[in-house]
Nanobody, 123 residues
């Protein structure tokens, strides 16, 4: 499975961005999909995850109520809608795929990773 994240950029605080993650090489329809982020000098942080059916989602505390994860299994795509962005959301955002059925916030559970897309929020 290859994952390609896109949609990052520079946005002012309070603005919105939509990240996309395109999967190729294999269908990820039955995979749990997640988004993580890593800011300079910090550990990788869980952002959001969605189960294979799209019914169950899980968010990190810092993004609850502002970010929404979704998926389009027919297109082998996963999205992260980010609203009310804050400067502390600045990071490289990675999408990841987990062959397990249970949603996890632990990056070690994920089997495949994309290359990351930079999100910068200016104050």
């Amino acid at each position: 499975v290859q994952l390609q994240a896109s949609g990052g950029g520079l946005v002012q605080a309070g603005g919105s961005l939509r990240l996309s993650c395109a999967a190729s090489g294999r269908s990820v329809s039955y995979y749990t999909m997640g988004w993580f982020r890593q800011a300079p000098g910090k550990e990788r942080e869980f952002v959001a995850a969605i189960n294979w059916s799209g019914v169950s989602t899980y968010y990190g505390d810092s993004v609850k109520g502002r970010f929404t994860i979704s998926r389009d299994s027919a297109k082998n795509m996963v999205y992260l809608q980010m609203n009310s962005l804050k400067p502390e959301d600045t990071a490289v955002y990675y999408c990841a795929a987990d062959q397990g059925f249970l949603i996890s916030a632990n990056p070690k559970e994920y089997d495949y990773w994309g290359q990351g897309t930079q999100v910068t929020v200016s104050s």
